[in-house]
């Protein structure tokens, strides 16, 4: 049965939304990710308020609030009120453990990221994520890594523990998204449009030197995060540097955000993925934490396929482990174990193959 625009459920749903996504860009994701629809084709276009209120009212004119409160969960699980009103439409019922999560301590030591993605080893990274998590480590964490070396499964992993713990997630890619030309004023515009915050006073340069007008973004940021989002904790993810590719002043900006963050921000966290410069002021091991993306080897797959058949509790025998993780490394191109694409493939390839219970034997 419907519920009527005034009634509690409806503008609680409502309100809820209006909190774990302050903007339309994170409400696409909840539409594509959780809903399998885009939001365009979800509702109207308009406001971030309207199109919230449409998309509540077409799920309520469907009779399908539930469908839309468990993919909020989902995709916001850490919200009070979300997980308020999941246990008002699923009464008495805990979300039942996933194969990608069932038997690890933290979402960060997930062998599974969804139904399609896997990730493979990265022990130091995972270590360095739970460190932030728990408060115990610095609030940002610099990935660097040759091309190819699994950057971009990274970015999902901390995607996947973030939404785990709650997190609004803020993802800009550089290389995609700034033109010739930009400076860091379109950087720190886009991070505070996605966080659902006004850039209208961002300084402006005026006759300021660089530095100084950098300087002077950052402060206001930083003021700005701290003053308007105290009740939400934040992710934000950096990609796409370049080296000889991504401006000077661009660099500047970040490095001088990350220790900010790290110093003024304690319910935000900062990836940098891919950042190619070696530790420098003010961006140094006592701001942020450094971990370099090697090469996957045969005792990582051993021990990632073991992990896999812990965490279903099936058994296995090691030396079917070892010559599956053998036959993977014998297909990759060339033998090169820094493609993670086509090794990712790979691994979920031979995944299948020994979980079938006469293989595993």
């Known amino acids: 049965m419907p519920v009527d625009s005034s009634d509690n459920i409806f503008v609680s749903l409502v309100e809820a939304l209006k909190g774990v996504y302050p903007s339309q ?13 885009s939001l365009d084709h979800l509702t109207p276009p308009g406001t971030l308020e309207y199109r919230i209120f449409k998309l509540v009212e077409r799920y309520d004119a469907e009779a399908k609030v539930p469908k839309l409160v468990h993919a909020v969960h989902s995709h916001r699980p850490g919200d009070p009120k979300v997980r308020a009103l999941f246990a008002r439409f699923f009464p008495g019922s805990v979300p039942v453990p996933t194969e990608a999560t069932q038997g690890a301590a933290s979402p960060f030591d997930c062998y599974r990221l969804g139904e399609d993605t896997l990730f493979l080893d990265r022990k130091e990274l995972r270590k360095a994520l739970r460190a932030i998590e728990s408060g115990s480590g610095r609030n940002v964490l610099v990935i660097t890594g040759r091309r190819g070396s699994g950057k ?26 700034l033109l010739p030309g930009d400076g860091p004023d379109v950087l720190a515009r886009s991070l505070l449009r996605q966080m659902g915050l006004s850039v209208n006073e961002l300084p402006a340069q005026g006759q300021e030197s ?6 002077n973004i950052v402060h206001w940021m930083v003021g700005l995060i701290r003053n308007a989002q105290s009740n939400k904790k934040w992710w934000l ?13 661009v660099r500047l900006l970040v490095t001088h955000l990350a220790a900010k963050i790290d110093l003024s921000l304690p319910n935000v966290r900062l990836g940098l993925l891919g950042y190619d410069e070696p ?3 003010p961006l140094t091991p006592a701001r942020a934490r450094f971990e370099k993306l090697g090469r996957i080897n045969q005792s990582d797959i051993e021990e990632f396929f073991a992990q896999a058949f812990q965490e279903r509790g099936q058994p296995v025998s090691p030396d079917i482990l070892k010559v599956a993780s053998e036959r993977v490394l014998q297909k990759l191109p060339q033998g090169d174990p820094d493609d993670m694409r086509i090794l990712h493939d790979l691994v979920q390839e031979a995944l ?3 979980f079938t219970p006469e293989v595993a034997k």
């Open 352 to 354: 299948q193959l020994l």
């Open 279 to 281: 530790p420098a002021p």
């Open 25 to 37: 860009h994170d409400l696409e994701l909840l539409a594509g990710l959780g809903l399998g629809a």
């Open 237 to 249: 993810v950096i990609d796409g540097f370049e080296r000889d590719v991504t401006p000077e002043e």
């Open 152 to 177: 971009t499964f990274t970015c999902r992993l901390l995607q996947h523990g973030a939404n785990q713990h709650g997190y609004q997630i803020v993802v800009v890619n550089l290389r995609e998204e």
């Open 210 to 215: 660089a530095t100084r007008w950098i300087l």
